[in-house]
């Protein structure tokens, strides 16, 4: 993988998440995978990992830290979310509690398979993103990336959170707690170092705010959506976070 591409990859992803109309809110950013699982819901720990590892490249059996193959990138995700699921594709969807398609959410695992109707030939699992895109580490010679769904899937997809498991959080004005500190974390990883991170939607939180609605040209309004958290997550991604 060339440096340029490597330092392409977060710009690249932002746009490719903006297309997709992904919502994801409330997931935790700091560098630490283990406060990441403590301070969010499983699937979006499990994303905020995934993010992080964005251009990587693909090595065959590989479990990271510096590369990764196709489960090897998903085992690795959810292990920073505090679950432990199966190494390979084929056994995570045998074992994991399965999701029909019109109830899939970012954060569940998607497989691919030679034979669609037959479990034993799945080779290929991803993250699900949300409108028809997925991150994976799809294979030899490429990079942990987001890409479109491609044609193979498997109609199930797979929850290790269970079925039940809690989807990914709204912040509005009226939120409190984590979701809030997680924002306001974002928020100074962007420059905005007078914001507080104290869980509660102050003054200074609410001006800064709109200044990233002002500079990326966001609407106002008082729900933080997927454009704001995508746009505010990959360009304070390199900046050091509080924990």
């Not at 935790?28 to 992080?52: C, Q, R, Y």
């Not at 869980?199 to 454009?227: F, Q």
């Amino acid at each position: 993988m060339s440096a340029l591409l490597a330092r392409a990859l977060p710009r690249r992803a932002a746009l490719v998440v903006a297309a997709a109309g992904l919502c994801l809110t409330g997931f935790s950013t700091t560098t630490s995978s283990t406060a990441s699982a403590v301070s969010s819901t499983p699937a979006a720990a499990a994303i905020h990992f995934a993010l992080a590892q964005l251009g990587k490249p693909y090595v065959w059996g590989a479990t990271g830290p510096g590369s990764y193959d196709c489960s090897g990138l998903t085992s690795a995700a959810y292990r920073a979310a505090g679950i432990t699921i199966p190494r390979v594709s084929r056994d995570q969807y045998a074992l994991l509690p399965h999701v029909p398609r019109s109830q899939w959410r970012p954060g569940d695992l998607i497989f691919f398979a030679t034979d669609t109707h037959d479990a034993s030939t799945v080779h290929h699992v991803a993250i699900f993103m949300g409108s028809g895109w997925m991150l994976d580490a799809p294979h030899e010679g490429t990079v942990v990336q987001i890409q479109p769904i491609h044609s193979g899937l498997m109609p199930y997809a797979a929850r290790p959170g269970g079925v039940d498991a809690a989807p990914l959080l709204a912040v509005t004005e009226t939120t409190t707690g984590y979701p809030v500190r997680d924002l306001q974390k974002r928020l100074r990883a962007n420059g905005y170092l007078d914001v507080s991170v104290n869980g509660t939607y102050d003054d200074v939180t609410r001006a800064a705010v709109s200044a990233v609605r002002d500079r990326y040209g966001l609407p106002g309004g008082t729900y933080i959506g997927w454009r704001f958290w995508h746009l505010v997550v990959v360009n304070g991604r390199h900046r050091s976070l509080p924990q």
